[in-house]
């Protein structure tokens, strides 16, 4: 006996949780549970394996939906990694004295950075105030004087030695800072006038002259005598200051030096400070002479900048950390993921060779190195040039701080165009992206690809258990310890879990989306507190979370409201009751992006003979998508061999969805087109209370499809809208039972008999309850369609017998038009 539509009862319409088998009486119960990854077991191997592995390019590319906990999941595992790392070490960058644009990189263990910033800061301070201090001890200015005392006794002596050569000549030597003026004299020894030396006789104004050339040429034997001594004069103070001063700033310095003496480069550095300083004693001592105060405010702007090239710039400081670092860079740009050099106020007036490393500013990769790093695939693309960057850094593992960090190149005032020097940075990256992004990464960028060989993948969603239904219930309790909301009730949770199993369209799975859930519990947590706002230990109840549910589809259906009142008003035409040929009511799904909902659709097939075959208006007015055309051959196939035995086929035949005005588009349809298309052949009329929906192979396998419970409810919302009277119900293909997950008001019209929801397997047994007739095309009909002939009454005999009247009547227009013809033509 063939097989025939099954009527489902109310149980098996919706997974209903028993909030008994839950184990809990508030949520509050379960706050200091572990919340494990539910359902997430392939994505948290995964991404254990990939954060233990300290291997390079083994980088962790995250696919997943939006709300699937990819990110807090990840986030979760990097911090407990980064617990078992050690604590990686700080970065200084430090101004290099022999090469000032060049800042050296150094890093230290963790929390010496700071011990080395502040010894060189102390260093500073106290030099300022410890050189003047000695410089000022009068045993020093004993030593200076004696040395300046020796100098100016050779001095004098060769200045004694000068006059007298100038008085031999009766001239006179004046000194006046620094400066030697020469003036004649008379007879008795006085200095001439300029007068009295214009009355000269020629002869004593020539001698004058002659005397004159003579003393400067021995002046400038005495300023050529005196140079060395001058220098051996400096060059004794010199070395009197710096044998007073060195002593100071080595042990100014002698504290950083002990801070990590096993590292060669600091070492190095320090020697570079000490040089720095001993060859700028001077700016150490304050001034005192002419034009005091300028010279003074001068002397202390040098010395500041003196000691800023003499400080630390601590760009990664890690100290006081207990682990690795996780950073997750929400934001990232070039300045803050690359680094910076910030551009100061009056950089333009910088000199070049007083460049200050403070200016350098570590990015989030610097800053992660020695741990993790969670970063967004599509904010890295968003920025001009911020990708290739990164590509570059994932292949040379180096970064380099650069003046154009922020995008704007070199110039503009960048201080003194400072090029940091480059950094191996140790850092696992974490990226989290769509799956279209991934495998467009794959395709388009093998090089970057193969640098992230941990692909972490998150289902959308997963088998449901008892555990899995624990777990959720655990994070319910999460969610409201974190939150500070108020705990739920078990019946409350249930609601929680069975919804998990409607945004899953299965009664055996669940949403892995748990932002909608996190969503949910909010919402009914605020409802709960306005419903009991005087008694703070009040439980959230299954009535909350009822009450969230419809506040959220009350937000967001309009459209669906407004399409429903077209069928209330009648303006689109769909018929609940009685019977039609030729004409069915398809269930379809609207999906809005935020929303979907299900709307009934009529569709219409005419027959009549001819050659044109099956015709699908909307594909020809280019108003059906690639997967329904596809849909539409199937059918064609199916058909044309259902029906191969009355081959040729003389059909002309039309199907279209009526008041459809926005497109068409996926398979779910074609049952139902080809029920329309059957009733028009057969001449028998189809209930029009029962829409349907299923896709058929070609076969007639009946095959399961999207959007199920939205595109009941949507018919049912019509139906009731109408009034139910037991006649109306649902055709749905018999592979999407498990996926029913139907509203409340569904079941209990399903119990009292005044709703029904029906599968079928195959093609045959939707046409059957359809119509009221034997369908007499079971699933080997396809094969063994010559046995109709001895059927009679059957939704296939009857087709056939159309068909075959169609043929006829081609046939005898066929004759007809070559009579017609042949009287006309010409023989020879």
Known sequence: MPASARALSAHQLRLIIDPATLGFASTAELTGLPLPWIGQERAEAAARFGLAMQQPDYHLFVLGDVGSGRASLLHQAMLAEAARRPVPPDLCYLHDFDAP??????????????????????????????????????????????????????????????????????????????????????????????????????????????????????????????????????????????????????????????????????????????????????????????NEADAEADRKDDLDALLARCRVNLAVDNGGRSGAPVIVEDNPQQRSLMGSIDHGANADDADPGQADVSAIHAGSLLRAHGGFILLHLQDLTAEEGLWPRVRRFLRSRRLQISDDAGGSGAGGGAPAGLQPEPVEVDVKIVLVGSVDEYYALQDNDPEAARRFRVKVDFADRFIATPATHRATATFVAQCCAQRGLPHFGPEAVALLIEQSHREADDQGRQSARFAQAEALVIESAALCRMRNPADATALVQAADVQAALAAQRLRHNQTEEELHQTLVEGECLITLHGQAVGQVNALSQIDLTDYRFGFPVRITARSFAGQEGLLNIDREVHMSGPIHDKGVLILHGYLTALFSHVAPLALNASIVFEQEYSGVEGDSASCAELYALLSSLSGLPLRQGIAVTGALNQHGEVLPVGGINEKIEGWFQACAAAGLDGTQGALIPARNQRHLMLSRPILEAVERGLFHVYTVQHVSEGIALLTGEASGMGPGAVLAADAADEVTHTVLSRAEQTLRAYRRACQSAGHTRAGRTGRGRRRD
Do not use: C, K
Not at 157 to 170: K, N, S
């Open 101 to 290: 644009d060049r800042p050296r990189a150094l890093r230290l263990p963790a929390g010496q950075g700071r011990l080395l910033r502040q010894a060189l800061a102390d260093m500073g301070t106290r030099l300022e105030t410890e050189v003047p201090q000695h410089l000022a001890n009068p045993t020093f200015l004993a030593d200076a004087a004696r040395v300046e005392q020796r100098w100016q006794a050779q001095e004098n002596d060769a200045l004694v030695v000068l006059d007298a050569f100038a008085l031999a000549r009766q001239l006179r030597l004046v000194r006046n800072n620094g400066q030697m003026a020469i003036t004649p004299l008379g007879p008795r020894g006085q200095p001439l006038s300029e007068a009295e030396a214009r009355v000269l006789p020629p002869e004593r104004r020539a001698a004058i002259a002659r005397d004159e050339d003579a003393l400067r040429a021995e002046i400038d034997r005495f300023a050529q005598a005196m140079h060395p001594l001058e220098r051996e004069r400096d060059a004794a103070l010199a070395a009197l200051r710096r044998a007073v001063v060195q002593p100071l700033v080595q042990q100014a310095l002698h504290g950083a030096r002990q801070i990590a003496p096993e590292a060669t480069r600091l070492t190095q550095w320090l020697d570079q400070v000490e040089r720095a300083l001993l060859d700028s004693i001077d700016l150490l001592e304050p001034y005192y002479g002419d």
